[in-house]
């Protein structure tokens, strides 16, 4: 039960536990504190213009410096972060503020953008789509130039990606501001199927629920609205960030790019809403559960009760009938065991007492 | 029962679900996903003026360029939207933005209006009286054009219809601004007939809590409440939408209409304030519920411990005459058998144990 | 039971359906919705000067027109709303908007402030002090002229005109405005005895709780709760009404009346206060309600557990000693049958049992 | 119980009704409703300059002129509000809106600032150190003048009056502002032992539920959770008083008595911090109290479960043993009461099925 | 389990309590109230510019005057604050306001910032790592010079103190206004590891909730989240204090430090979402301990019920034939007891009874 709630949909733990990798108290703002494990970073450059793009691994930042001068857009895709003394260069290389690098580096940053002079620097929330954590990736966004630094290879801009190479809809003759916009579109748009999915699983709980609640069930509730509750966390900056970027980052997003800021604003309500929605559902099933387990035990009650109550008066006269006084010393002593009809009318008797029980019992309604 | 609470008022499922139909993340902003199996979509014009009105079925957008130069309001009605080549063809006919284009079939968006240029994009959430979901509707205003665009032929503006028809009211002299407020306030009135229905449904769930509250009970207020939120959930963005065409629209809603937003702007206060009481209320008999549930349980307990507590000491009596003790080996072996007035002396010490338990539980307050 | 609650304070069902009558969606704005069995409306005026005053019955509104000419300020109150051409009549006379007769006819309006050129309109929604319910009243202020509309004869308004007919304090001295003010002052007081009987009925089903809770008390404290959900609804619009008429309304409220329109506020103020503690009181009393339930079913099961935990290992002794073994047949057979004190021996092993169970119990603190 | 309940700290029956004295709806707005039975005034003025102070009774307000004119500072303090004559006099004296003296008079005002002209009115709502009611003083700060009026003599501004009598610190040479602020700041650190005092009484039930919770402890935390909502209630509003004087009272306050206006407001936040949190601990202490009652039930339960699940399959092995079926009659009715060993047969029967459920017990964990 | 409490996490009863060393009501503003039994305090100057840095103790405050004037920075430490003279003199050689003395001197204060002419006085809560509870202390700040005031030596500063001893990082090379800020900021993230705590027993506690539940499982859980409570409220002033020093205060913090003081409120904004994911994990915590705990009460009454179920009726069918009618006197008399197999049949009646119970137990799914 616990592999599930931990793997499931939430990872709460990891969420809890994700932020560990910290400078600690009052060390020097700016300070990287890298995952020495993590595997060596690839530079992947992808350089395009109206006509055409190319694709490059690069191993030299000057490289990047050419390509930026050939191609009217660039887009440098950094894959890991475990090299700092790369990190450091890519700083100098972009004149970017140390408390930058440290956000880059230092992960478990909320959504955000932010201007440095002349970059606009934008921290994105990914979700993962088989797990319920969220990877961090940050953007650096300058005329003619958009980096991309990540934790993981693999991400969710693929479609961008071949957008980009096959020249699909506009993408090629916009300028970075679109690139970024997109890039941001697509991380917004990876929320969605995660809800399908958690939508989903609420389906399947709520049939629990109704049909064979177990604690399991309960237990994938909670670790449900939790992974929910977590997911939450993650849209709600964005909504922040793109009021942002529609209010005051007029000098990097052109007027053509602004709608597209608004339509992805109104995917994030969308979003908000939903997870919302999916709050509150998770929150009715917890109840429907409670309700439900407890109108189980009232059953049990009720069927203890009316079994109890029919048979213990009736056990307490055969009980009576048990003792041993001795009728042969007087005739008080138990003359019933004498009768002729002694045995058959104790039988009515019990009958008559457990027919009134149950018709009692038929009265209140418990049956 | 689950059918019941499915197929009840809110449809909570279908709410969770209608978001399915989406572009995948990364896609180019302004793809299009029809639903292949919709049926045909049919154009239809309803074109008036203060002296007359027309109604035809167009199958050209040609033909809509004569009408609108014909008449001074014209009413495009299109019925279906599987049909993505004409869906395109409306939008470069109306030179309509693509994002527009993507909402309008991209089902699942909230209440809002957007402007782009010289056109007012609405989109309504329409209740279904008879289910719970909601529709979504799109609304086109230009000078002297209104295009609504709809997923479902049938719909709530036959009242309106109407009116233009037959020349009720000031609708013909009045421009395509007043059309489309009249639209607009046509889809808020159609909630009241579902919140009706919803206070009705209320009205005989309380009637079964405080008379025979049943598990189906429960689930019907759980459903009804869900129904509650989703509805609220469709009626607050009308709040947002009609609050910035009252502030921003002064360019399309001439100010004799003015007036009619804000009384529509009311219309939607009463409508929250209404939804909000009615999830209070089921909030209510929620906890109604589980109150008489516990109540009965308490008395089901009440009279199981009534009979065990009577009778189990007076089985134990019982039981102690009913042992086989030798009285003829001695004399300190049950002589009371062997008493002459032994077995009534025994009912009468059952008796006075009975009275004396039941005069205890009689003092605890408990028949 | 349910009487009593759909009789008590609160009447939420009347709260709930009174919002039925209403045109159909789609319909024109401006319909009237009249109630057809409503008896005939009454118009009575109330003119006034500092010197004088004159209260007549009028059936022309042109009378009326003659009364303005005569007196500072006139008064017309009508007393039913059922007479449509009446109230299409009222509208032209004084040129108000379809909107405005609109919501007069429409009962179910919140209290509000609107302007219409120089007709300032007014929604005050007054508690019936016997019931839980509210009434509609509608008022129309222009310079010199004040009219109320009610649905029932008999308001809260006697003390105004008593006022008015005695020249008390400054109201004969003071415009039309200052009426409004006061007959909103009139509305807003009108709370107050209401929520003192609540306070009263909180006061003794405080002491049911504490004394003698039974299911009805649970049903009381619940339809309390709904009455005061209710008032509380009906009052926090005027915090906003009159918020508006102190920001917006200098056009008709002189300099001198503002004043009063703050003490006014105040008294909101300290009503929403009051309503607000109310609630939590009612919602205490629902979480003592259970506590106080919980705990006696808690004594309940101790007094059960008791019982059975004392006698069911003493009724088991006595059924080992009512075995019917042959002791005849060896020596192994029940030998304790035929000790010379097998019975009393039998007996205070029944006791040391019976005193180590209740010891048991009592260390348990169950006692 | 309900003495305690009543008396102790919260006192929130005086609290919902201490609102009774109060005009009928539709009074002449200015109405005075008095205490009839409450003792004859006392007027103390308490004149100071820099270099020294007076004090005396005054009965004549005439007399104030001349100290007014005296001393650059003169509080007048009145101590009964019974003597309507008096109020009115003091009303005309300082030429004072009639709505002033309505709150004046009319207790169970929130506290609260507001301009008259060149007065500032403001009520201060003070609590009882011994119980939980609040009661009303209300300030009339004037340039030279300050007046204080309460419902009962015995006041928390003893300290003030020694700082002026004694000339410590600054009061003497600061004006009419200053008072009023050292006036206010009285009242506002007044609440501090009150808190002190409920966290007491907190940290004492708590060791109640954790020792020995009884019905009793419940309804004490209810008592207490009251007396702090009730206390909130009137702390509240100070926050938005201060915030208006520091604000809008630049006229009253000069640039050297505002940083100690801000330092009561940071009293205030304090003061809002504290009894949130106390009223967080309350609430979490009613449900450690049902966890810790329910706990107990659970315990019970289980030790009911134990005992009968034990011995009732003993019992009734023990009763098929005491059946009278003839082993005479045939060799297959009830052989085994012929064996030799029968009798240590059936118990050992008895002691394995003891064991084994007690084994099945155990394994559950509920030893 | 008290002491589990109390030295747990979160100390709230000293949390209640530290706010107890406060002047009286109606004193003095600017009395201070120093604890007589603190050690005496320790005035510690780090002095330092780009190039070099100096440390000592000074015990005279001219001393405070020369290093200023040598040195670019510096920093003063004062570490207890039981010495009310001293407080005193250094509040005059700064020309402090009383107010801020008394702020200084009366622990218990929140997260502030305020301007007094040229000084900037900031008052930070630190949490102390092993326990819950935070501490105060008064940073001011005045160009060129940095006060510390601390009740208990022993600080999260040292980090700090080193990277200005050895020149690390650019804190050399900034003025007072970075050193303000890197104060601040190490305060921060003091809460960090503290929350990492947390999280961690949150962890732990999740595993007892799900394994083996005790009540002092609950007590803990309440521990931690009253602990959590308290950190939230020391937090959150942080942010309005950070908003306040990035909006007002230019005139301290230079241009360069302005991101840096940004950086720090995204510290604390993280904080605050760290700190409310916590306290949400903790109340799902609760509900699932009492979940689990209303599982296994449910599993109780479900062994109860079936025992009970089986087993009464059987005992009944033993008693009827452990009666003593005499099959002598006629042949109505329990002629069973004389069948040849009347055992067998008795038995066998047994267990079809019981079969059929355990059938319809089977069948209601209790097993």
Redesign the interface.
């Known amino acids: 039960?616990?592999t599930l709630i931990r793997n499931g949909l939430t990872g709460?733990?990891g969420?809890?536990?994700h932020?560990?990798r910290?400078?600690?108290?009052?060390?020097?703002?700016?300070t990287l504190v890298v995952d020495a494990d993590a595997p060596p970073p690839r530079l992947t450059v992808l350089a395009y213009g109206p006509e055409d793009s190319t694709e490059e691994q690069v191993s030299d930042l000057g490289r990047l410096d050419e390509l930026c001068r050939e191609w009217p857009v660039v887009w440098l895709n950094v894959d890991s972060l475990g090299d700092e003394p790369l990190l450091r260069a890519i700083g100098e290389h972009l004149d970017l503020?140390r408390?930058v690098l440290?956000?880059v580096a230092n992960l478990?940053?909320?959504s955000?953008a932010?201007f440095?002079d002349d970059v606009l620097f934008i921290v994105l929330r990914i979700p993962h789509v088989e797990g319920g954590d969220t990877e961090q990736v940050s953007l650096l966004v300058r005329d003619g130039l958009v980096v991309t630094l990540q934790e993981h290879s693999g991400d969710?801009?693929?479609?961008?990606r071949?957008?980009v190479r096959h020249g699909?809809?506009k993408?090629r003759v916009r300028g970075s501001d679109y690139l970024a916009y997109?890039l941001i579109?697509?991380a917004v748009?990876?929320y969605?199927?995660v809800l399908?999915d958690a939508?989903l699983a609420?389906?399947s709980l709520e049939?629990q629920v109704?049909e064979?609640p177990t604690?399991e069930t309960?237990?994938r509730i909670?670790a449900l609205?939790?992974g929910l509750?977590?997911l939450r966390?993650a849209i709600w900056p964005y909504r922040e960030m793109l009021n942002g970027l529609m209010r005051d980052a007029e000098s990097i997003f052109v007027d053509e790019t602004q709608?597209?800021l608004?339509?992805c604003y109104?995917h994030v309500?969308?979003l908000i809403?939903?997870v919302e929605?999916?709050r509150?559902?998770a929150s009715?099933l917890?109840?429907?559960?409670?309700?439900?387990?407890?109108?189980?035990?009232?059953?049990?009650?009720?069927?203890?009760?009316i079994?109890?109550?029919v048979?213990?008066?009736?056990?307490?006269i055969?009980?009576?009938?048990?003792?041993?006084?001795?009728?042969a010393?007087?005739r008080?002593?138990?003359p019933?065991?004498?009768?002729?009809?002694?045995?058959?009318a104790?039988?009515l008797l019990?009958g008559l007492v457990a027919g009134g029980l149950l018709a009692f019992v038929w009265r209140?309604?418990?049956l």
Request: with cysteine; hydrophobic share 35%; aromatic share 10%.
């Open positions: 039960m616990k709460h733990r969420g809890l536990r932020h560990r910290r400078p600690p108290p009052g060390a020097m703002p700016g503020h408390l440290e956000d478990g940053q909320r955000k932010e440095y969710c801009f693929d479609g961008v071949d957008r699909k809809g993408i997109a579109d697509a748009d990876q969605f199927p399908d939508g609420l389906d049939d109704f064979q604690p309960l237990a909670h609205k939790r509750v977590s966390k709608p597209y608004r339509d109104d309500v969308r809403d939903l929605a999916q509150d559902v009715d917890l109840n429907m559960y409670l309700s439900t387990v407890s109108n189980r035990m009232n059953e049990v009650m009720k069927v203890l009760t079994i109890a109550t048979f213990i008066p009736l056990s307490f055969a009980g009576v009938y048990g003792m041993n006084f001795d009728p010393v007087s008080w002593n138990m019933e065991l004498g009768w002729a009809l002694g045995y058959p104790a039988l019990m209140k309604g418990w």
